[in-house]
């Protein structure tokens, strides 16, 4: 059966991994206009000041939205159909896109509160996913 | 009374589309360009202009000039903003024309994505499109694949948000399927009614096959001069009136809702006031529909009806033939053909002409054309007319 993909951390993004790794959600923040951003980059989005700092986020937010995925797009995922993709707002200002796990697709609803946590995809690489809260 | 002109279109070229395997997309660039200048009465020579598309594979770059063996252009580039391109293309190549720096100038799309063994799915989200180094491979990790979910998402922020329903996005895509039954060029033409739309299957939650565009193998060209020089030409002239574009932003930020506040909202505000004329003066719409979502979200974001009330403004049926306000007439990008942004520029240019047929609609005096592209990170306005003032 064929594997998932699976993200190969490069140098700026290391960061964001090694956290997954060890159980936390590590985002870019800048200290000079005080705003968090994502997916990884250089420089900040909001500002352009160079130099962005890695700090752990709450893992805590809220359901934007989210998709219940059927046509199967790569092999890894032929048997994980129907799956959900889900777009959600943490409590940091950035919007991520992952899956929320720990509850059925039927259940998901928009605006229901969330909690970070990871699963393991490889040997040497975690996911951030997303759980119902509390 | 509308302003001047900005600049004319005065050919067009549209290939065969769909399935046709064996052909690269420069070859369907040159069949569709030498249509558009037969079309405009006009040589190879009397073109000094050309703007590509920059396509999904990125084989129409630059070089395509040289392939396509123009010479002594005074104007040549490739254009991506993704879908929304087409809207773009026109404004630069009538801002080149009024500055002297190109007198015709031909704008062109061009893809075969297609093969026999990649359909369109695969074509635009299989795994060759993306990479797992870095962040970006979340992507893939996620099975967030194309454009699929992301339409669908914010589809169904749309739908959470004002309780439009998927029989808003059927009646859509039933009206179309109608149009392009009157269309020659259009690829899908069997019948299709409300109960075919619920039953076709799951793509991606809330839409479903028929809510999504098709993807063609083929070309579009279409020639731009001023609109002085139209006036001597082959058709009647259709004349640009206005355009516009907005990039919304990235949809990354838990603060901006690009989804479903779309860039149509100020790059038509900008368009129509060029064109000095409004919304009430359009006859017909072609409207980027990528999906049947996007079509409802643009009506609303060019203030054709209220933010949020898209569907019940398109549940009566007044898109399709006979309605109130005919729109994507060819059939647009979900049953005519799937040319990017050149899907409604070039049924546009039919129905501003009186060209349409048994499509034609009864009021082409103004037409608008919207083109989106990337996740509704760009968009683009084009207002033309077979009228001309001053």
């Keep these: 059966m064929a594997e998932k993909p699976v993200p190969i951390p490069d140098e700026i993004s290391a960061p964001f991994f090694d956290g997954a790794r060890q159980g936390r959600l590590m985002l870019q923040h800048c200290s000079a206009c005080d705003s968090w951003s994502f997916p990884v980059r250089e420089r900040c989005p909001h500002c352009f000041a160079a130099r962005l700092e890695w700090r752990q986020a709450s893992g805590r937010g809220s359901l934007y939205t989210f998709t219940i995925m059927h046509q199967v797009m790569n092999p890894g995922f032929a048997s994980a159909v129907p799956y959900n993709i889900a777009q959600i707002d943490l409590e940091e200002g950035v919007r991520m896109t992952s899956n929320i796990v720990g509850i059925s697709n039927e259940a998901l609803r928009i605006g229901m509160k969330l909690q970070v946590v990871f699963e393991d995809a490889s040997k040497n690489v975690s996911l951030p996913k997303f759980r119902p809260a509390g | ?255 901006r809702h690009p989804a479903v506040e779309t860039g149509a909202k100020r790059s038509g505000e900008i368009a129509f006031r060029m064109a000095g004329i409004t919304r009430d003066d359009i006859g017909t719409c072609q409207l980027y529909d990528c999906y049947t979502y996007t079509v409802l979200v643009t009506l609303e974001d060019y203030g054709f009806c209220a933010k949020g009330e898209g569907g019940p403004f398109v549940a009566d049926g007044k898109l399709g033939p006979g309605g109130a306000l005919p729109t994507n007439t060819g059939g647009g990008q979900l049953s005519g053909y799937y040319m990017w942004g050149f899907t409604p520029l070039s049924e546009a240019v039919v129905q501003a002409r009186g060209q349409g047929g048994a499509r034609q609609v009864p009021r082409n005096d103004y037409v608008l054309v919207s083109a989106n592209g990337g996740i509704l990170n760009y968009h683009s306005t084009i207002i033309l007319s077979r009228h001309a003032s001053g």
């Design chain 2, 1 to 255: 009374m509308p302003n001047q002109p900005k600049g004319a279109i005065v050919g067009l070229g549209v290939t065969p589309m769909g399935k046709i395997y064996g052909r690269r997309a420069v070859d369907f660039a040159a069949e569709a360009i030498a249509l558009a200048l037969d079309d405009a009465g006009l040589s190879k020579s009397d073109v000094d202009g050309l703007l590509i598309n920059a396509n999904l594979p990125g084989d129409m770059d630059v070089r395509s000039q040289m392939v396509l063996g123009f010479e002594n252009l005074t104007l040549v580039n490739v254009m991506s903003a993704y879908g929304s391109t087409a809207g773009s293309m026109m404004q630069y190549a009538c801002m080149a024309i009024r500055e002297g720096l190109a007198n015709v100038v031909v704008l062109v799309y061009a893809d075969a994505p297609l093969s026999p063994t990649r359909g369109a799915g695969q074509s635009y989200a299989g795994p060759h499109r993306f990479p797992l180094t870095g962040i970006v491979g979340l992507r893939a990790a996620y099975g967030n694949f194309g454009a699929n979910p992301e339409y669908a998402m914010a589809a169904r922020r749309h739908m959470h948000l004002y309780g439009t329903t998927t029989e808003h996005f059927g009646i859509i895509a039933v009206g179309q399927r109608k149009w392009a039954q009157l269309s020659p060029w259009a690829q899908m033409r069997k019948p299709m009614a409300l109960e075919d739309h619920h039953a076709s299957r799951f793509i991606a939650e809330p839409l479903r096959l028929l809510d999504c565009c098709l993807v063609s193998n083929g070309a579009v060209a279409v020639v731009v001069t001023s609109a002085e020089r139209a006036r001597d030409l082959k058709q009647p002239p259709v004349n640009v009136l206005g355009y516009a574009q907005c990039a919304p932003g990235d949809n990354l930020r838990a603060d």
